[in-house]
């Protein structure tokens, strides 16, 4: 079994002590926990549920139940491209082919060095700015292809 | 019309606002000092007498929905500021919660004062990664110069504030799932009654309010119910963030009265079309809203003037399609989007949105038949009458509408074998 580093166990202590029952610090904790392994596996889900003291399936569930917690690994970057109707109507699905392209992979899939995985997702509260996209914590707004091999390029 | 000068958006250009002592030096927490000298009584009365409407999407009265909760005898009560900002082309709280967060924190304090509660989240979508860095340090400050914690600024008074971060999923923004997902568990619709007022986060008390709702308090407070109530609409007043989108020259967000037109909002503020195109359809409220069209032009967006045209103000965010776009591959696109976000838990809506996604997209790529539109039709009444939550509802607009307004493009659509856009809906995981 996997064991969570003392550094996340301490954010997880955190967050739970803002609450009065500390199931409330399990979105928190599967947070800490993607942010020390890179994704949520089936091992890492349940170290998370014997901390916060809920089923493992529980948690899974949970983990499950949204789109931000990765169930798979995912690459150094992942590229979020929104083609919501904002972001569509500005042209995001051809830059979704783009990518695909640019990237040799298709959607939902990462590249085989790990360095890419290249997502489609929902609006990201950035319709003013459309098309954009978030890599990892970054975001990237009125996008044209050009745009686009110019930022990949800076990130290899 | 003119641009208003700006009451919500004041300090967008203020450089470092995030930071507290910015904050003050421009006027910030003063609306603190006023509202408890008036007395928790007297500013819910000054809220109830303004007319604030939640800007979460239902505009239920603020007043009363805090009215509810203060007859309650059960504490602690919590306040959460509904941060999650899911409904699609909405973008409006993000500058509350990356930019100006003690705006945020402010009228926080001052309502739960009222309301007399002593916690406080804000449930922040996950999508945001830097507002939760911002909204917590925010939160430090705040702590350190005792604008939070016990007995703020030495009033008699307690108040408590940490963010919950979500992690993607629309339905966590409707309230009662939301106090599910605060709670730990899957964000689901909670069937009402017991309603939140008694029995929310924790089986106690609780207001959820949007973020915008929430930061016109001190605005209310410091200005005066008469004077924030006499800006806009009667029917829903106040100042409004408008977050416009889609095909315009000037697309993002402005800071208007309630009642401007959709017209003035499009043409004045937007820009007008881009590229000089014509207009096609406007989607006035967020996705879950119903679609206009030019014919629409001179209604005001409010409240009523929106629900008399068919539609809704949602969330305030307009979205703007030219001549240049497929009205058949938006809706396939927003019923994507609701399918991915169902819940599952009622039939119609989980199996329902599926089958829609399905049949739009036939029709979009050449492989539609005529009763293709009936069956679009009984589907979404099926929905209507059959889900638990909204989001079932909100699912059913994008379709009635454009099959309304726009029924000759799918007609065409049909006909043709395909989209004359050329455009094609795609698979999707
Ligand atoms: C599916 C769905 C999603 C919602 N998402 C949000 C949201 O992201 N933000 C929000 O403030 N309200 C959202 N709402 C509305 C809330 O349920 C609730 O009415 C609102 O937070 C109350 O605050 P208000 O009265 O200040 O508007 C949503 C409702 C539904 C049905
Ligand atoms: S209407 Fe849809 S989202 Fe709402 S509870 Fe039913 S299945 Fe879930
Ligand atoms: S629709 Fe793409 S950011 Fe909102």
Redesign the interface.
Known sequence: MITLSENTLQEIERAAS?Y??R??????A??AAQAEFGQLSPDVIEAVAEV?G?SSAHAQ??AT?????WKKPVGKYVVMLC????C???GA?TLLEHLEKKLGIH??ETTPDGMFTLQ???????????PAM?IN?TFYYDLTAEKIDGILSGLR | MGFMEKILLKNADVPDINDIDVYVAHGGYKSLDKAFQMGPAAVLEEVKRSGLRGRGGAWFPAGMKWQFCVEVNKFPKYLIANAD???????KD?PFLEKDPHQLIEGMIVSAYAIGASKGYIYL??????GYKVLNAAIDQAYKKNMLGQHIKGADFSFDL?V???????ICGEASALIE???????QFRVRPPYMATHGA?GMPTVVNNVETLVNVSHIINGGADWWGSIGSKDSPGPKIF?????LQR???YELPMGVTLRELIYEYGGGIKDGRELKAV?PGG?STAMLTPEHLDIKMDVKSLQAAGSAIGSG?T?V?SED?CVV??VW??MA?FY??SCGRCTPCREGTDWMVKILARIENGAGRTEDLKILEDVCHTIHNNCFCPLGEGAVNPVLSSLKYFRQDFEEHIRTRGCPKG?RA?A??
């Open positions: 803002k009065v029952d199931k409330s610090a399990l979105m928190a599967l947070w916060i809920v569930g949970l139940y949204h789109s931000l917690y083609t919501n109707i904002a569509t109507l500005m699905e959607e939902g489609e997702v929902e609006c990201i509260g950035s319709c003013g700015n459309a978030v914590e | 900002e899911g409904e699609p082309a909405t973008f993000r979508r996950g999508e945001y990664p830097t940490a919950h971060r979500g992690a993607g999923a629309y997902s605060l709670e730990g568990k899957r964000g924790f977050g416009i989108s889609g095909h697309p993002g967000l989607i996705v965010a979205t399609m776009a591959h938006m696109r927003a989007f991915h976000e455009l795609r999707r995981h």
